[in-house]
């Protein structure tokens, strides 16, 4: 996406400079903060002291759409996107889809007066932003509260008409937004419909009309005016003009060719109003809405809810990801972890072979699990490497992990991660990855493993059990360590270090609780024949664990 200021040729600098000023200029010459909601300010300030975070929060008072693309659901999802704390205020219910909308049912203004003085009296939100307000009665309720309730930022999307024609708030709307709420507005974002029936009318047919819109509505009394261009037509690019009662501000971002366009306008004005809870100038809100809009709007091109011309995107771009996943993912179990490949590349050059056939013959040998160990490789080769062996393992229902680097499990989106002690520590990999990655870890004593517990990792890795080459500096913890860790740990144990045919049995046959099996390097990968070695290794444990399985 890109911008610039029509009155003045800026660099990125100069215009970064005058923005961030702005900050403070935005909020102090709110149209809707005065000296108690400034008392307020220093209260959410004081919060700090008392040891709890004040998390940014947006009221959005709108209506809701059933198909949850648009209004209500949309403010909430945009919001939480964003990383904003967002309550609502509903002012209709909608009988909504992607084919249209098939009924209004209009909340009475008493009962939205109810739910704003909840809300604004107790909450405290740093910002409103308004979406369909059907009545000029629910106007002027909400004017009345937000004067005596008072916030840091007005953001006014005046919703008339949906995507699909229908309308949302009929032409009698237009004298309340005109004399009451615009004036208010810290900014207010009508597209190119709402734009011309503010201005009783007019047609609007290129950028040129857009400013002089901009200009006109922003007469009207609103501090800024952004004219949305999402219906522009023939235009190449999804163009917005912002107009600050001084300067114009173009901001263009690429069309994404897609129908799942609804709900984008309700998105962008509540980012807008996320941004500014999250205490942005209107310039630098204005911007990140957009290149989330647009964002969002490209991740979602291709997903399919409903049946009509206009479907709704995804807020969270979290979606079609995991419909990929749950056919062809499955949850961590522990006995995954009976023969576990960690592979190195050393390894694979010095036996001239390609990570792919290292990690396909590790598979075909009967290896249970699978993580990608580059020490020495750059980030681009990494991922390379990283999204082809997970094409391998997903297609063997092998669970595929990535040692150490949590970007490249994101960027792969691979099953998970192994960490050591001195890696990302668990909880955080854990609040980054969420909870359905799984996380393994390296761990010497049961403290170790009593914290990896704590901390949600899903299974350890204890050792070197044995002396070894593959690690250096690594302090061997023995057969005795191995039971000592296994017989404190409440996850799963996987014995690592110096573990080949020769003593594997002397491993698994510990038969302590939790050691669910062996994760092996050199054995299968400094070898000439992976696949052999693993089928081999494969053999013998099981051979242990039925041993193990009569002694008892
Ligand atoms: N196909 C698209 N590709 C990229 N951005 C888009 C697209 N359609 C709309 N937008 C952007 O989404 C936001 C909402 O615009 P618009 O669709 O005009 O509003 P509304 O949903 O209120 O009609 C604007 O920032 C607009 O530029
Ligand atoms: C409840 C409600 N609020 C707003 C819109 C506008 O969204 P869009 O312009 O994308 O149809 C809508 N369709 N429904």
Redesign the pocket.
Known sequence: MGYYCCSQALHSTPIHHQFRHSIVRDFRKSRVLNSKAMQREEERNHSAASGKVRVPHVLTV????SGA????Q?DLKACAARGVYCSTVIT?V?A?NTLG?QGVNVVADDFVGEQLKSVLSDMHPDVVKT??LPSPGIVKILCRSLKEFQVRALVVDP?M????GDV?AGPIILDSFREELLPMADIVTP?LREASALLGGIPLESVADMRSAAKSIHDIGPRNVLVKGGDLPASSDAVDVLFDGKDFYEFRSSRIKTSN??????SLASSIAAELARGSSVFFAVKTAKRYVETALDYSRDILIGGGS?GPFDHLMKLKNNAVNLQARRPFEPRDLLLYAVTDSRMNKRWGRSISDAVKAAIEGGATIVQLREKDADTRDFLEAAKTCLEICSSHNVPFLINDRIDIALACDADGIHVGQSDMPVRVARSILGPDKIIGISCKTPQHAEKAWIDGADYIGCGGVFPTNTKENNITVGLDGLRTVCIGSNLPVVAIGGIGISNVGRVMELGVPNLEGVAVVSALFDRESVLNETRVLREAIMDSVRAVKQRI
């Open positions: 709108a209506g809701s759409d693309g648009a209004g209500i949309a209709a909608t909504q909308v979406g369909m919703v008409v949906s995507t699909s949302l597209n366009t609804h709900g984008t306008g309700c206009q």
